[in-house]
């Protein structure tokens, strides 16, 4: 939206530049759902936080509730003896939900609500994305009796779910044997570093100069787009920046076609341009579309 100003008076009309950033991260399958029975009882009972697996789900501001236990087992460990595997929500189909809290013991059937402040450990991002719940997961023969059937399902699943309360709750499994074992496995895999993609969910988009005034004569402006996780620059995931007065000449020190919207890494620098002649304000969008691949869910708050 081009528009005349006479912004402080100088010389010559000015151009503006009002950056504004806007963060939209793409939530793709993966996910937990906080769940466990207590102490090895075996009741069905659920936890306290949240995280899907359909992408239907993420997009549902509505009341979410475990309806039954999947598939899954007992485990023994520290910090206490528990049942680990899938449960299924109440969302049409059956939705399968993994947990990732074990200290908040909640009854079967209870309302859990989307809270989007809830920011998940990149790792368990990483294994719901790899390794994420559902039905008959495994794909291997796991307890050594030559075929895969319904033990190796529950393996599979009391494992997946026992490597993401590794992360979450620091949970360190002593048995049964095929599923501790299935368990190393898992965790073995998670890469290092991980892929930054799965990092967005802690990361900050800035722009630099947040703001700037330039003369007519000055017509190019030049601007950085950052995106960061603490200091740690995510520079290997798309940036697309857009402006809506004004033109993107050059990036990384080299000209381009000129365009108003452009694809750029964190850090690179970009030069913005006036060639119209007249005076306007440059609102330029920095936008992450990415797929970190948790939402997380809570109970009784609907955020």
């Known amino acids: 939206m081009a528009r005349q100003t006479n912004v402080r008076k100088r010389t010559g009309a000015l151009l503006g530049l009002l950056l504004v950033l806007a963060l939209v991260v793409g939530l793709l399958p993966g996910g937990a759902w906080a769940a466990a029975p207590d102490d090895g009882s075996l009741n069905k009972s659920s936890e306290d936080s949240v995280t899907l697996n359909n992408l239907q789900l993420l997009n549902n501001s509505g009341c979410l509730k475990v309806t039954s236990l999947g598939q899954g087992m007992g485990v023994t460990g520290s910090p206490r003896n528990v049942w680990a595997g899938?449960?299924?929500?109440?969302?049409?189909?059956?939705?399968?939900?993994?947990?990732?809290?074990?200290?908040?013991?909640?009854a079967?059937?209870?309302?859990?609500?989307?809270?989007?402040?809830?920011?998940?450990?990149?790792?368990v991002a990483w294994l719901m994305a790899?390794?994420?719940?559902?039905?008959?997961?495994?794909?291997k023969d796991l307890d050594g009796n030559g075929v895969v059937n319904d033990a190796d399902h529950n393996i599979e699943a009391a494992a997946?779910?026992?490597?993401?309360w590794k992360y979450t709750d620091n949970y360190v499994i002593s048995g049964p044997d095929d599923v501790?074992?299935?368990?190393?496995?898992i965790l073995g895999s998670v890469p290092s570093p991980l892929p930054q993609e799965y990092l967005?969910?802690?990361?900050?988009?800035?722009?630099?100069?947040?703001?700037?005034?330039n003369a007519?004569?000055?017509?190019?402006?030049?601007?950085?787009?950052?995106?960061?996780r603490g200091n740690e620059n995510l520079d290997e995931l798309?940036?697309?920046?857009?402006?809506?007065?004004?033109?993107?000449?050059?990036?990384?020190?080299?000209?381009?076609?000129?365009?108003?919207?452009i694809t750029v890494r964190s850090g690179v620098p970009i030069v913005l341009k006036n060639t119209s002649g007249y005076g306007g304000e440059a609102t330029v969008t920095a936008t992450v579309i990415n797929q970190p691949v948790a939402a997380a869910w809570q109970h009784g708050t609907d955020s």
């Open 216 to 228: 007519l004569t000055q017509a190019e402006h030049t601007l950085t787009v950052w995106l960061k």
């Open 108 to 123: 079967q059937g209870e309302c859990y609500y989307r809270n989007q402040n809830i920011a998940l450990e990149p790792q």
């Open 238 to 261: 798309d940036i697309t920046v857009e402006t809506n007065f004004g033109y993107f000449v050059e990036y990384a020190g080299s000209p381009i076609n000129p365009t108003t919207s």
């Open 180 to 185: 501790k074992n299935r368990v190393i496995e």
């Open 200 to 213: 967005l969910g802690q990361a900050r988009l800035t722009i630099e100069p947040a703001y700037e005034v």
């Open 86 to 106: 899938v449960f299924i929500t109440d969302q049409g189909a059956p939705k399968y939900v993994f947990c990732f809290d074990l200290n908040n013991p909640l």
């Open 160 to 164: 997946r779910q026992v490597a993401i």
């Open 130 to 139: 790899n390794y994420p719940p559902g039905a008959n997961l495994a794909t």
